[in-house]
């Protein structure tokens, strides 16, 4: 009839153990009326999960909780970071500067004369999650205290870090 809430297991330096077992990409188009012209405006909206599974307490007792984000990555964006900690790396690619003196990534150019720039991170993170699956790591997990999850449990994204078991293996 009654049981205990899930509480997630924790070591010494207050740290859970996660398993990653995959990514779920979620979009669509949400509709708004601008309260000013009562315009209908419609626009896209994505979010890539990061889903993890978190080991509780009690022997056996894991909980599914994700980490959502735009799917945008920079070194500085939550997606990086949440990549960094997980080990990430991702290759170099090349820097020129262009007429007026800014650096930007190089790109080729096509059959109409048009620059295209190659964006190959996309898949360089998808082959780094897709070989990351039932890997083990650890970070920190709390109840949310705000907003519209509040109450629920969240993974703090930027104390993510591999797990290693004791002997350093």
Not at 53 to 81: A, C, P, Q
Not at 130 to 143: I, P
Request: cysteine-free; proline content about 2%; glycine content about 12%.
């Amino acid at each position: 009839m009654f049981q205990l809430d899930f509480q997630p297991a924790r070591n010494k330096d207050g740290l859970s153990k996660l398993n990653f077992i995959g990514v779920e990409e979620k979009e669509g188009v949400k509709t708004i009326i601008d309260e000013r012209t009562g315009e209908e405006i419609s626009y896209e909206w994505k979010l890539i999960n990061l889903i993890f599974e978190v080991m509780g307490v009690r022997k056996g007792d894991w909980k599914k909780i994700t980490i959502s984000t735009n799917g945008k990555y920079s070194d500085s964006s939550i997606l990086g970071k949440i990549l960094n900690g997980m080990g990430f790396t991702p290759s170099a690619y090349s820097v020129t500067v262009d007429d007026e003196g800014f650096e930007v990534v190089e790109g080729d150019i096509d059959e109409d004369g048009f620059e295209v720039v190659n964006d190959e991170i996309g898949e360089e993170i998808f082959k780094f999650l897709k070989n990351n699956e039932n890997r083990f790591f650890v970070g920190k997990v709390s109840k949310s205290t705000e907003g519209k999850s509040k109450g629920f449990w969240q993974i703090n994204p930027l104390s993510l870090k591999p797990f290693n078991k004791k002997g350093g293996k």
